[in-house]
DNA sequence: GCTCGGTGATACCGCCCAGGTATCACCGCT
DNA sequence: AGCGGTGATACCTGGGCGGTATCACCGAGC
């Protein structure tokens, strides 16, 4: 058995979306002949059935499925391949550090600083981008590191080191009454009449159904809790952009949130490791 | 740009690794001027050169380099994909298990009869394997899950889970003066005449200089030490297979050395998962 | 029941490109 | 100058990828 190409596996990751030749045809911009064809051969070339054919419609596998777990990740990987060889040649000493917009704003300030101040240091070009977008953006190689958190984001497969520790914060409109407390618990601001939590999407785009506004950025949020309509559950260095109208209170019963500096396992780059290095030491 | 073929990463990697056509292209069973076109294609489609040929041979770039340590996990990876693709549809209930051969021989006893117990539990194949082959074991798909120690082993890469923290003891021959300590420290043992500590491989086979034999795995160093020629340090554990001959001291000031079980990054099969779970409730 | 629409598979064809052979251009050595 | 050895180039061939046309099959309809 010779190796998969990346091809086929482009393909059948497609097929195994759609569940049907035809739409997988004409998404990929190939006829559906051709494409039956690559799926076939890449079964016969695995000695595996992949997908399940009968009278309406097309079903995955046991083995499908397994294949189209892995297959999604590894043509991420490729992309990533490419991308890096592409950076590494047109801007040898350039890092792309990629951060939620909003969060951990001191912390990235102070590496910065502390990087700049080393002989030689990489040229550090930050990324701003939305929740989860970190991990996407490590896997297909257009960051070279990130700042991510835990227990929130999905750590699996990168390599990290942690900066910081902190506390969780709720932030709330300056007029409700529960801005006065010093502190508070996750069951104190659950369920109050007439200030919902505010909802993040998940992964997929999607949202947990709820009472709360759906929200993208931290911008959205932080209007919105101004105008008293919702409330958030933040760790403590989101004080660093708080609006007048809001107000920070603990959580003395909310998990302690650790920042992280990820970047992709396996990596080798000398600037990732100095970066790395100089974070260590702050 | 379209995306790379597992072909061209091949041949690329092959060219690096020989630094010379000929040879690259007699390894890979196609002729020289093929991988050329090869080359300078991956090169044009990557708009990044990779090769530097001159009179008398050939270097990588910078981006080469990055390229070549990308291309090789990213190959291993494609491997891994194929086999697991494979397994998951010949032996659709069954896991292979990689340790260190003579390795927490207990933990896995305990954790082995844990997951029989379960229902419709997974078959286990236990897979024993040198020193640090269970990462490549991982990596390329010939094992889902494995046994592993920090600090020694390179954890990067995948999920784990911790299982066993334990202390680090001197292994010495029963009749050497040192066996009849209660405790010792790690200057106790190192440069003690006649008795050197042995050596193990490092990753890519070789030894570092040093008195002590250079040996490959445990039933080696158990002969050796039980014949009075050397010493070794391993997790207490170990004393689970040691002979008559031998004696295990506790070392105050060597670092612990905790076991955990680790399975590929992004694993979402159902078996793996509910044999970590087992483990976490050990 | 018959057609009709829609599925994926098959048959067949054309063309591109991977791979082979022969050769070149260039160099360092005798 | 000649030789051996490098990678690059030129050119040809053939297999495989992708295209069109068509089939086999099935469910849903008046």
Chains 1, 2 share one sequence.
Request: hydrophobic fraction near 45%; include cysteine.
């Amino acid at each position: 058995m010779d190796t998969l190409e990346t091809r086929e596996l482009r393909y059948f990751v497609t097929v195994a979306e759609e569940l049907h030749f035809s739409r997988a045809a004409e998404r990929l911009g190939i006829a559906q002949p051709p494409l039956s064809r690559a799926i076939q051969q890449l079964e016969r070339r695995l000695g595996v059935t992949l997908l399940e054919r009968d009278r309406r419609g097309v079903a995955l596998t046991d083995a499908g499925r397994v294949l189209l777990d892995e297959a999604r990740v590894l043509l991420d990987s490729v992309a990533a391949v490419a991308r890096r060889t592409q950076r590494a040649a047109s801007a040898p000493n350039r890092l792309t550090l990629a951060t939620k917009a909003g969060a951990n704003h001191d912390l990235l300030r102070k590496l910065l600083d502390a990087h700049a101040a080393e002989p030689d240091a990489a040229e550090i070009e930050v990324v701003l981008c939305g929740m989860g977008d970190q991990a996407r953006m490590l896997r297909d190689g257009r960051a070279d590191v990130a700042f991510m958190q835990r227990p929130f984001d999905a750590l699996v497969g990168f390599d990290t080191e942690e900066l910081l520790t902190e506390q969780q914060v709720a932030i709330l409109p300056a007029e409700h009454p529960l801005a006065a407390r010093t502190s508070l618990t996750l069951a104190d601001i659950a369920d109050v009449p007439g200030l919902p939590v505010a909802r993040w999407p998940n992964q997929d785009g999607t949202y947990e159904p709820g009472p709360g506004p759906e929200i993208n950025d931290l911008s959205q949020l932080a209007q919105l809790i101004a105008l008293g309509h919702t409330s958030a559950v933040l760790c403590a260095s989101s004080r660093s952009w708080l609006w007048s109208a809001h107000v920070a209170v603990p959580l003395t019963d909310a998990p302690h949130v650790t920042t992280v500096l990820a970047w992709p396992a396996h990596s080798r780059s000398q600037a990732v490791a100095r970066l790395v290095k100089t974070a260590v030491n702050l």
